[in-house]
């Protein structure tokens, strides 16, 4: 008879966990089903489980998948350290259709949100949406057609065309990218004009001039960024320009976070 008492013992830490809450289940490299599809979900560190939570959702580059953003230190790090929720969203076939406004990813995207919502309390009014190359481009196209819920866009070296026509847009837009990238073109306007890369949403947002440079900054001393902004008739705009080609650059998302959400200036 002791017997049994040792088994229940063996099999109680089972039964704990999985009668667990529901976000226990899917977290970091263990996707959230939604659907036929999934999304990868990271908490921030030290999170104390019921605090209300800004968002990051972050749509990968091609070829790539959720899993790889919930372990990249220049998303996932960023994040985890400054009490962000990471929402990743895995791509059909690996990348994303964001070519027209007929793609069934911005509703898939949506999605998330709602779902994430019913695992986390998320704060509606810090829901920041992120991308990097393919998933920049994605990021976009997201903003453009549902961009009123979003308190701004972080985009890193993707675009969509800038004569498209937007009905949405974010509260506001910050861009990085390189002019020597060679795998989404920087989109110079005339005469190399360095502004290019956010020409269509000054159109949609109503900015007006040149823009203010804000001069050279920097984060690490591997890139420099030249600084130009534009506060809207909806919104506000910050585009950084750098040397190079196509990468995330290090510290540029949690720079982005600090200034939004009003946290002292750190890296990583």
Request: with cysteine.
């Amino acid at each position: 008879m002791r017997l049994i008492p040792f088994l229940l013992c063996l099999l109680w830490p089972v039964t704990v966990f999985a009668s667990g809450p529901e976000h226990a289940a899917c977290h970091a490299e263990v996707p959230c089903p939604l659907g036929a599809r999934s999304y990868h979900v990271k908490e921030p560190d030290e999170w104390d489980g019921t605090s209300s939570l800004p968002v990051l959702l972050h749509f990968h580059g091609w070829m790539r998948q959720g899993t790889l953003i919930v372990k990249h230190g220049r998303i996932s790090g960023a994040t985890r350290r400054r009490g962000v929720l990471l929402l990743a969203p895995n791509g059909q076939g690996k990348t994303w259709d964001f070519w027209t406004d007929q793609t069934d990813d911005v509703a898939f995207a949506s999605a998330v949100i709602e779902d994430a919502a019913k695992r986390y309390p998320i704060d509606r009014s810090r829901i920041y949406v992120s991308g990097y190359s393919y998933g920049s481009a994605m990021a976009w196209r997201y903003a453009c057609e549902s961009g009123n819920g979003v308190a701004a866009l972080l985009a890193v070296s993707g675009t969509l065309r800038q004569d498209e026509t937007c009905p949405e847009a974010p509260g506001e837009v910050r861009h990085v990218h390189g002019t020597s990238d060679t795998v989404m073109d920087f989109p110079f306007g005339p005469n190399g004009e360095t502004t290019g890369p956010v020409r269509l949403w000054r159109a949609r947002m109503g900015c007006s001039g040149a823009g203010q440079s804000v001069g050279e900054w920097s984060i690490t001393e591997h890139d420099t960024f030249a600084r130009t902004t534009w506060d809207c008739a909806e919104g506000r705009i910050a585009l950084d320009v750098h040397g190079r080609g196509h990468f995330i650059p290090r510290g540029w998302i949690a720079r982005q976070l600090d200034e939004l959400l009003d946290l002292p200036r750190s890296y990583p």
